[in-house]
């Protein structure tokens, strides 16, 4: 079989002494972002067999395929395959779940399952990723709408009730990794708790992230077999003590890391 | 009795349950995620749950936030 290469995903035979710069002219001759085996890269070199180069144009809104194909680049194709094909569980999409969400969506998870019976309003702009035009809304419908401006690829399925014992199952039965993200102990509890008994599943949760101070103390760590738990476990939300986006922030992200890490080591 | 709690080992009397323990340590049943020897507890179960010399103890504690 012939040696190939891939020009923005797609194969191409490839001929021996062909240049980065002689592919531009040939596939996309505007392109001002020149993307090598993954990165970004200015100078002329030569392609070797089985690499992948994507070319851009700066400016120019892609459609979906392209969105794809950047984002593999990006990413490299083993790890988008893996994760590609995988399905996370978001309990709640307040400050968490919504930051968490957007962080799977700019990572290419295949598909995403969310629920929360809450709407948008104006208290939560100060740390959720939500807009001003969408107080009011559904949470789930306002965030599917801001995943979908990231990643049009991703599939998000939408739950808009309170999330109990009695529907957990039906809800987050395909989910290979669950993520807690309410905001309420006994929500976090009940959740983690059910999953953890019901399936043999990883969960990331959190507790402890009020305030502004000791930031670095939010670390990840492996609690149970099944169980990670980000937060210093004991700063609640409470009167003088409240939800800021830093903390909030950091928290969904590295749930997010925890996310990728397990993902990628299934 | 000397049972593990969170890989600290606790002297108790015999007998006690995890809604004991919990009561004891001043955890709400409603906010912790408990398990004995590896298995998760389930919270409707915490009374009649007993703990034995040895046990080991997790308990995950929850607070507000989110």
Not at chain 1, 57 to 71: F, K, S, T, V, W
Not at chain 1, 124 to 138: A, K, S, V
């Amino acid at each position: 079989m012939n040696a190939t290469i891939k020009v923005n995903e797609k194969p191409v035979p490839w001929k021996s002494g062909t240049t980065l710069f002689q592919l531009r002219r040939q596939f996309k001759p505007d392109a001002d972002i020149l993307v090598y085996n993954g990165f970004p890269v200015d100078d002329d070199r030569e392609i070797q067999a089985n690499d992948r180069v994507t070319f851009i144009r700066r400016g120019e809104a892609p459609d979906a395929d392209e969105i794809r194909n950047l984002m593999i680049s990006r990413h490299s194709p083993e790890v988008y395959d893996k994760i590609n094909k995988r399905t996370v569980g978001i309990a709640g999409v307040g400050g968490l779940g919504s930051s968490l969400a957007i962080a799977l969506a700019r990572l290419c998870i295949g598909r995403v399952i969310i629920a929360d019976f809450d709407v948008v309003e104006p208290s939560n702009l100060n740390r959720q990723q939500y807009f001003i035009d969408q107080i009011g809304m559904l949470k789930v419908d306002a965030l599917k709408e801001n995943l979908f401006r990231i990643n049009p690829n991703l599939v998000v399925d939408t739950h808009s009730e309170k999330v109990d014992r009695k529907n957990i199952i039906g809800i987050y039965r395909d989910c290979d990794v669950l993520a807690e993200c309410f905001d309420n102990p006994e929500s976090k509890s009940e959740f983690v708790e059910f999953a953890l008994r019901e399936w043999d599943k990883p969960v990331v949760a959190v507790s402890g992230i009020a305030g502004y101070r000791d930031a670095d103390k939010l670390r990840c760590r492996k609690a149970l077999r099944n169980l990670y738990m980000i937060g210093d476990g004991v700063t609640a939300a409470a009167p003088g003590s409240g939800l800021m986006a830093p903390k909030v922030g950091i928290a969904a992200h590295l749930q997010a890391n925890k996310i990728l890490e397990i993902l990628l080591d299934m | 009795m000397i049972i593990i709690v969170n890989g600290d080992s606790m002297t108790l009397d015999d007998g006690l349950s995890v809604s004991m323990l919990l009561e004891r340590l001043k955890l709400t049943e409603k906010r912790v995620v408990v398990e004995v020897n590896e298995e998760i507890i389930d919270k409707n179960n915490f009374p009649e749950n007993i703990l034995s010399d040895g046990s080991k103890v997790e308990i995950i504690q929850f607070v507000p936030g989110g």
